[in-house]
């Protein structure tokens, strides 16, 4: 049987990168998908055809996860047209300030831990519900290695990325008796659109750092995705799981 056979799945900022990666693999792996995007409608188009080619359903749903009210029609629309949802994927990209910290004003930083703290808050708030109803769930929340490893001028991004790292262990310990399991994806580098313009000599000292002697693509993130979320993995729960190919084994 498919590892996601009957199951529901919505994946934020799914229309390009991880999230468009991660959308199509758990097609793959047997689950209907919502595909929220924020302004990519062409891009997300081509992951529902993707979706539906591997004979999954999908629906778009164009919602900013920074706004509680297309947060809740993102899955109020989910909910009407599946009956239900198993899994949530927080991943969708917040934009930050890329500045040193003596550079950066107290509303550039907290517009970042904001944003990306209220979307985790109120998504994670109307899919345990339902999650509850059924009698389970699971919850990925995407952070980043810059969490536990700092790089220059990512202090806003960083902070945001380990307050999401700790609120996912409260909802672990919190959602546990519910049998909704909560853990973290920690990406290191992954050449994205997000990434595709930094300069290439960056990458390739992170690659030449890297046992693996390569960058992550989405598909490397979408895998490690899949094994929290598939039925064959029930007991992890609470976990950080960095996947950055052995370039920082904190």
């Given at each position: 049987m498919e590892p996601l056979h009957n199951k529901v799945a919505i994946v934020t900022g799914?229309?390009?990168?991880?999230?468009?990666?991660t959308a199509i693999l758990l097609a793959r792996a047997g689950a209907d998908v919502v595909i929220n995007y924020h302004s990519s409608e062409k891009d997300a188009l081509n992951v529902l055809a993707e979706v539906e080619s591997v004979g999954r359903k999908g629906k778009?749903?164009?919602?900013?996860?920074?706004?509680?009210?297309?947060?809740?029609?993102?899955?109020?629309?989910?909910?009407s047209e599946f009956g239900k949802v198993d899994i949530l994927i927080n991943n969708a990209n917040i934009n930050f300030a890329h500045k040193p910290f003596m550079e950066m004003s107290w509303d550039e930083f907290s517009s970042k831990l904001n944003n990306e703290m209220s979307s985790a808050f109120y998504?994670?708030?109307?899919?345990?519900?339902?999650?509850?109803?059924?009698?389970?769930?699971?919850?990925?929340?995407?952070?980043?290695?810059?969490?536990?490893?700092?790089?220059?001028?990512?202090i806003a991004h960083g902070t945001a990325k380990a307050a999401i790292a700790t609120?996912?262990?409260?909802?672990?310990?919190?959602?546990?008796?519910?049998?909704?399991?909560?853990?973290?994806?920690?990406?290191g580098l992954?050449?994205?659109?997000?990434?595709?313009?930094?300069?290439?000599?960056?990458?390739?000292?992170?690659?030449?750092?890297?046992?693996?002697?390569?960058?992550?693509?989405?598909?490397?993130?979408?895998?490690?995705?899949?094994?929290?979320v598939a039925g064959w993995n029930n007991y992890i729960n609470g976990a950080y799981i960095p996947v950055n190919g052995g370039n920082d084994m904190s």
């Open positions: 799914s229309s390009r990168g991880i999230g468009a990666a778009i749903v164009q919602a900013d996860v920074r706004n509680t009210e297309d947060v809740k029609k993102l899955v109020d629309q989910t909910v998504l994670c708030q109307e899919v345990v519900p339902h999650m509850e109803k059924q009698g389970g769930g699971k919850i990925v929340l995407i952070s980043s290695g810059l969490s536990r490893t700092p790089s220059p001028g990512f609120f996912a262990k409260y909802l672990a310990q919190e959602l546990g008796p519910k049998n909704i399991a909560t853990n973290v994806i920690s990406p992954v050449l994205t659109d997000a990434t595709k313009n930094q300069p290439s000599e960056v990458h390739e000292m992170l690659k030449n750092l890297t046992p693996l002697q390569r960058l992550a693509a989405p598909e490397d993130i979408a895998g490690a995705i899949l094994s929290l």
